[in-house]
Structure formats: C-alpha cells, structure tokens
C-alpha cells in the first residue's frame, strides 16, 4: 500500500513542493507538485532523488560519542550529557570566545536551522561566529547593510515581469538560482525570451545559462567591479541616469557620479579583458530597457571586490530607476518577516564593531570569516584565548572552506567538538559527539530564510511526511537540548542544578521562552496589531502540534499577511495555512520604499563611507593584469556542495570533479583530455583529470568545490569510490574581501603542470 504526502524540497534555493510517494515508512518516489501555488509542478533531477538521498543507508541513526578515540553508539541522553560536560567548562575556565560555532548552509534550508541557532548564540554569547555566508553572500549583506541600513533587505530581480536581466556570475541553469528564489528558474528565463525580453550573461564560462543568453561577455574573473563601475561611469557620461519615482529616496548621486569617474570603459578594458564598445553597449541597453534588473551571484561575491560588486549590481538598479519597480529588482514581503515598522530614519548599519583575535579581521553581521577559523584554533596569541571548541551545525568547512588540511588538522586539536550532523564526513569524523537529525521525510518544513528572497510572495508549510522513527530525536528538539545544555540562555536556575547543564529540561521551555519574549515586545510596539494586549493571553491562543509549530503560528500572526491574533480575522494564521497545502500565493512583488530602509539618513545610502573608501583599492587594480591561469569554480545540477555525492543516483556522467581548461591553454601546456595535471595554488597543490572545452574562455580553468572524500575516519561508502579533490586547497585562507570578511574562491591564481612523466 503506497501513500503520497506533500514536501517542500529543501535541496536548494527554488523550494519547489514535491509530492512524495510512500511505502510504508520509506520514500520511493518524487514528483513536481502540480498544484504547488509557487512550484507549479516543476522538478529537477535532485528533487527527483529525494528518495535516495532521504534513506541513505550511511545516514547516522543514532548519536555517536567518543570514547577512547574511538567514536561509539550512544543514546541521546549521554550524547547530551557529554555535550554539557565538553563545553561547559571551556565556557568557564576561557570566556565565551573560547566556543566557536560554525554554522553551514543546510541550516537555512531546516526550520530547525531558522529557528535556534539565535537562540544558541544569544544563550553562548561568543564572537567566534563562523557561517557559510563568509563563503558566499556577505559582501550582499553588506552592501545592503550600508545601501539601505539592513543587512537582510536584499533586493530580487523580478523575473516574470522583467524585460532584460543582466546575470553576473550566476548560472542557474545549474544553480537553479540563489538569493533568488524561483523555481524552474530555466523556465522564467526562456518565458522572458519568449515574451520579448532580452538576457545578458557575464560569466567567464559558456555556462548552459550562457548559452542561452542574447549577450554573454567573458569577463576575466575578478573583475566584475570594474566592469559595472564603467557601466555606472556611462551612464552618467551618456545621461542616461533617471531615478524615476526613487529619486526622493535616494541620497549621494552626485558624491557617486564624481566616485566613478576614473572608471571609463577605455580605462577598464585591459583589466576586464572586455571591449570598450561592449561595456558601453551593456550600460545603453540597462538604460533603454522599459525595465531591467541587474543581478549578481556567486562569481560577483566570492572575489576579491565582492562588496563593491554587490553594491554596484543595486547602483546600478537605482541609477536606471530600477530599484523597487515591477520588471526591476524589489523587496520581497514574506509571510513571517516582523511586522513592518513605519518608514523613517533607522540605526543604520555597522562594521567592525569587534575583530577576530589572530587577523584583527573586522565582523561582518556579527560573523567573523570562516576562512580564518583554523587560525583562531590553532594559533595563540597575547589576547584572550583560542577557540577551543566548536559546535558545529550542518557545516562541513574542511571541503568548503579554505585550506582544508589545515583546518582538518585544527579541528583535530580541540578540546572538545560537536556535530549537529546526518553523516560522519570530513568535518564530523573529528567530533567528540555528532547528533544526527532524521532525513528530511520525517521534518516538517517551512522556508523561513527563501521566503525573503522569493520572486512572488507566497506561504506553504509541510508537516514531516513520515512519522518520526523510533529512536530518532527532531532536530528542533536536538537544537533545542542542545540550548539547553550549553548555556543558560534566559531560564531560571533548574532544581536539577547538580546535573551539568539544563539538557534534562523540557526542550519546549526555549519555544515558551522565545515566544514570551517575542509577544512581550509585541505589545509594547505602537505599530503592531496586538499592542496593548495581554502577552498571556496571545501565547494560550497559538495552536501547532509542537514547539516549532508554535512559534510559526505566532510569526504568522504577527506578520504582514497575518490575522493580528484577531485583529484581521481574514489574515494568515497556521490553521489556515494547513487548511491550503499547497501553499497561498501573495501575489507578485510590490515597491516598498521607503519602508525597508534603515539608514540613518532613512534613505538608500549611495555612497557609504566605507564604500568610498574601498574604491582606491578598486582603482588600483585599473594597472594590474596578471598573465598566469585564474581559477574559477563551478555547480552541476545534480550536486549540492559537499554532502550529495554519496547518492548514487546524482553521481556519475558529467557530474565530474575535472579541471576544465581552454583547448588553446591545454595546447600550449601539452595536456590531452583526460590526462591527470597537478594544479598548484597557495595552500597546496592537487591532481585532477583535465577537461578540455572551449566553454572556458582562455587563461581560465575550473574546478567544482564540495569534492574530496578520501580522508579516513569518514562513512560516505559511495562518495569515497570517487573522491574527486578538494578545490579549497588550493587556498590558503589568507584572500579575503576585506569588507565582508568574504572568501575569495574565484579568480584565484594557479600554476597547471603535467604531471612528470613516469620512468
Ligand atoms: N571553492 C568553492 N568553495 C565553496 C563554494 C564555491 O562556489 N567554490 N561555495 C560556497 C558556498 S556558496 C557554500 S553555501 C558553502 C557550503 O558549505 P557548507 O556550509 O559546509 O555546506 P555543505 O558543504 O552543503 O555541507 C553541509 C553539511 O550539512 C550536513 N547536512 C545535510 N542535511 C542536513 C540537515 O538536514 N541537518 C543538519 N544538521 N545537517 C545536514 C551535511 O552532511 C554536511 O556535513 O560552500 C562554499 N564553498
Ligand atoms: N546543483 C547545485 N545547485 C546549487 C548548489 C550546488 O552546489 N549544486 N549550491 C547552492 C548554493 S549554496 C549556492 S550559493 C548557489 C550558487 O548559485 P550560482 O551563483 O548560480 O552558482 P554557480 O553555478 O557556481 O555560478 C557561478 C558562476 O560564476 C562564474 N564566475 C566565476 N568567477 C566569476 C567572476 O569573477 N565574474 C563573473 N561574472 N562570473 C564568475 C562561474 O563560472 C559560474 O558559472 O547554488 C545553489 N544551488
Ligand atoms: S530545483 Fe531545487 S528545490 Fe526544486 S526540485 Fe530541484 S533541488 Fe529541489
Ligand atoms: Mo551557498
């Protein structure tokens, strides 16, 4: 007897709902969930395998705790027990700097990830923060920290209305699109064809998305500021500057126009590889187009100006009116953002209010960059202490940060280590105590972070599609114990105080805690729909089966969209979210501003100071032109970073970890296809098959991140057949965007030899 139940995919950004088909307590297939309000049925070929990746048989099923080296099978309570007792003292005996919690990017695709990792960290109170973000999106954030005075306020094209998109280094073709959340992303872009649109790539490769585009310019990697500072420098030369119905919200256009100036095409040409005439062009046609929507991704961020790329995509939208318009790039409104405050003046957005120990690297959102947490580990200094240990929740730094043996070796050293994760890889094999959470059949799932970069607004839940297996702990719940037993987070001294830590407390105590705290500023603030009432009173009115369930209820009730605990009765609660299964749709993007600014000044900020005063270092690049090979990397649609290819059926055919390489390069260097090359960086130096393809453009290679499962100790028996290379090896940890504490893991010089030939 096989059953269907419904799923949010959570394997990447497009969320598209899946209908699952179920026998017994086991997944045995997936399709697009034609009714799904945003999905509409769509599917790719991960979605399709959510069944394989869900009863994975090198899952953990229960929580492992070292004993003697030698990690053991435990049960939960003393996995717990052993938690309290390794952190505990670190806490007391070194301060709370001496924890250090890396959080990775699975995180954002859970609602246990969403939901007590604030907690965690407001409970700890370390700055020894480290998160995926410092390998990905922090230089938005902080471009949209300073544009508009909230680091979360991320604009996203509008691709179903837009009229030309112009993509900078993205490809989500394969990517299926990220700080966008759209699903069948492929299928927007060939409706914008249709409907008469155009499509501009900037990519250093011929990706699939590329190939597809009306215009695609290979630019040297790298060099994406300087390309969209002369598009910015055109459309001041050309007049071609309107801010349209922004105008009034906008300060610094002319400080910005006098900031771009040395930045003329002829200026940049040699540097981005790029003809005058084309930058021109791509500047004339942002500018002509009745609506336009600049969008930058991965290979704009994780390079070394990857804040002032981040911040030019948005000049750019601003200074062609743009910003905040249908077909432009807005402000999404999700179901469970707070309560809008009313527009005006904010506190704006700050950097470096603290700095890391080793480097005296600034924070960034409160995050110190992963690319330095071996240091932090493993070398002392005059001030304060080392991290000492880690709590670490789906994160796997050693493949997907830099310098992968040293961090190895680092995490090797702690005193203790926890791993909130489903398999013993690379990273959890060094863990005193790994606490599995149960495959995604069995979480519920609801997009909390993807909401907020969604191209329509929209809302869906789904419950755990299989009843949570005997022994298993939600990962809510493990969270929340873990809350409890390393800090002291907001709870009244427990009567079982002889025990270490609260982990013997009811984990519901955080909801009630969270949600307390939530209500109780509710009803003081003037704009929200429940000011004035009795927090008590709201909290008994929550419904939901659980904690978690609880705490949704509640952010849906006090959100845009939300019934106002019964102030508008037709609003959104979870009763009525379950009673529509396949999601509600909010209709498409609407302008905001000025409501979303937070800025001192309460208006878009376009050129902040430490904007400004990164632009030398820019400028300085105008003279610079390296010769040798850069590396960039890359994403197969049937990967997700590091932990996919243990999955048989995603494995194999193209999804290959090669060097591709320009047939001119390989000419010269004398590599047929095939042959295996060492490929030397600053960090250390690996050997891969090449693969030669004109869909690189010269003095060029690239290699896909997320592989190398050969180290022992690991229980990914599929993914070890073919290991591939750790691409972040290649790194040392010491390249930096110096604003966001960003990794720079494109562009990346590297020295490709034969291998010598054998006696
Ligand atoms: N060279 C290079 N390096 C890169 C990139 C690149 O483009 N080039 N991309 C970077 C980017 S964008 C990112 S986001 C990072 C990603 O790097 P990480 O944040 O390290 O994420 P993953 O590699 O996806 O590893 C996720 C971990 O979470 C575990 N996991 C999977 N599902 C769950 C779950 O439901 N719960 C829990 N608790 N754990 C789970 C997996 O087993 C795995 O250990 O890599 C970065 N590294
Ligand atoms: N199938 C699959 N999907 C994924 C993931 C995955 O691993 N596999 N990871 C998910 C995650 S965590 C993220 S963050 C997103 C990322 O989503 P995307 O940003 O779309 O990621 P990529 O496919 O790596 O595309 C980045 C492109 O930038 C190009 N590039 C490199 N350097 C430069 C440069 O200097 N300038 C320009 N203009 N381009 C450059 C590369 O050639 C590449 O084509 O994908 C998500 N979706
Ligand atoms: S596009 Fe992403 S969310 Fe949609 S099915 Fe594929 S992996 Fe899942
Ligand atoms: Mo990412």
Redesign the pocket.
């Known amino acids: 007897m096989s059953r269907t139940a419904l799923r949010i995919?959570p394997?990447?950004e497009?969320?598209?709902g899946?209908t699952l088909t179920i026998e017994g307590t086991r997944v045995s297939g997936a399709r697009g969930d034609r009714d799904d309000v945003f999905?509409q049925g769509?599917?790719?070929p991960?979605?399709a395998s959510f069944g394989a990746a869900d009863s994975d048989p090198d899952r953990l099923r229960v929580p492992l705790v070292r004993q003697d080296g030698e990690l053991r099978e435990a049960t939960w309570e003393e996995a717990f027990d052993a938690v309290a007792a390794g952190i505990r003292p670190i806490v007391e005996r070194y301060g709370p700097h001496a924890v250090g919690v890396v959080l990775g990017n699975p995180n954002v695709h859970t609602m246990a990830g969403a939901l007590y990792p604030p907690v965690l960290l407001a409970g700890l109170r370390t700055h020894s923060i480290f998160t995926a973000s410092t390998l990905d999106q922090m230089p938005k954030h902080v471009s949209s920290g300073l544009l508009f005075g909230d680091a979360g306020a991320i604009p996203v094209p509008d691709l179903d209305r837009t009229d030309h998109l112009l993509l900078i280094g993205a490809n989500p073709l394969e990517s299926?699109g990220s700080l966008c959340t759209a699903?069948d992303f492929p299928g927007k872009l060939k409706a914008l064809k249709a409907r008469g649109g155009t499509l501009t790539v900037i990519d250093p490769r011929r990706t699939r998305t590329a190939r597809l585009a009306d215009r695609h310019v290979a630019v040297r990697p790298g060099t994406d500021a300087l390309l969209l500072a002369a598009m910015a420098y055109v459309l001041f030369e050309e007049d071609l500057v309107d801010l349209g119905g922004l105008a009034p919200h906008v300060q610094g256009v002319d400080e910005l126009a006098s900031s771009v100036r040395d930045f003329t095409p002829e200026a940049v040409a040699d540097a981005c590889d790029v003809e005058p005439d084309t930058i021109r062009a791509l500047a004339r046609e942002l500018a002509a187009a009745p609506t336009a929507a600049v969008y930058g991704r991965i290979g704009s961020c994780t390079v070394p100006h990857g804040t002032l790329a981040s911040w030019l995509v948005d000049v750019l939208n601003v200074l062609t009116g743009n910003l905040d318009r249908p077909g432009g790039a807005l402000f999404p409104l999700s179901a469970t953002d707070r309560t809008p405050r009313p527009a005006g003046p904010g506190h704006g957005f700050a950097l470096g209010r603290w700095h890391s120990r080793v480097s005296r690297h600034p924070e960034a959102k409160g995050e110190l960059p992963i690319a330095a947490l071996a240091e932090e580990i493993d070398t002392a200094t005059d001030e304060g202490s080392p991290v000492r240990a880690v709590i670490a929740v789906a994160a796997n730094p050693v493949l997907s940060a830099p310098d992968g043996d040293r961090l190895d070796k680092a995490l090797g050293s702690l005193d203790f280590m926890v791993s909130v994760d489903p398999y013993l890889n690379e990273t959890s094999r060094h863990a005193h105590v790994v606490l599995p959470p149960p495959p995604p059949s069995q979480a519920p799932h609801f997009d909390f972070a993807f909401n907020t970069l969604a191209v329509r607004n929209q809302v869906r839940y789904t419950r755990a599609a299989v009843p949570l297996e005997a022994g298993r702990m939600a990962e809510t719940e493990i969270l929340a114990r873990l809350v409890l037993a390393v800090t002291d987070w907001g709870l009244p001294r427990s009567s079982a105080a002889e025990s270490p830590g609260k982990h013997g407390a009811d984990p519901a105590a955080v909801d009630v805690l969270v949600i307390g705290q939530t209500l109780g500023k509710a009803v003081t603030e003037a704009h929200s729909p429940v000011h004035g009432r009795d927090p008590g009173e709201l909290a008994r009115q929550l419904t939901g089966q659980s904690g978690p369930e609880r705490r949704l209820d509640m952010m849906l009730r006090l959100g845009p969209y939300g019934d106002g605990f019964g102030a508008r009765p037709d609003g959104l609660s979870l009763e009525k979210l379950l009673a529509h299964p396949h999601g509600i749709d909010l209709g498409p993007l609407q302008p905001r501003l000025p409501q979303p600014l937070k800025t001192v000044s309460g208006k878009v900020e376009l050129l902040p100071q430490p904007i400004a005063d990164d632009l030398p270092r820019l400028r300085q690049t105008l003279s610079e032109r390296a010769d040798g090979l850069v590396l960039v990397g890359r994403r197969h649609l049937r990967s997700n970073n590091s932990w996919l290819h243990n999955v048989p059926a995603l494995t194999g055919g193209s999804n290959r970890c090669t060097l591709h390489i320009h047939p001119d390069d390989a000419e010269r260097l004398g590599l047929a296809d095939g042959v295996p090359v060492r490929v030397k960086g600053a960090g250390g130096a690996v050997i891969t098959p090449v693969e030669v393809t004109d869909g690189i453009r010269r003095g060029v290679v690239s290699l896909p991140h997320g592989w190398g499962h050969d180290r022992p100790g690991t229980r990914m028996s599929h993914a070890a057949l073919d290991p591939g290379v750790n691409v972040n090896q290649l790194l040392d940890g010491s390249l930096l965007d110096p604003l966001s504490g960003n990794a720079v893991l494109n562009g990346v010089p590297v020295v490709v030899a034969p291998l010598d030939t054998p006696r």
């Open positions: 995919c394997l990447c497009a969320t598209c899946l999905s769509f599917i790719c991960k979605g299926n699903p």
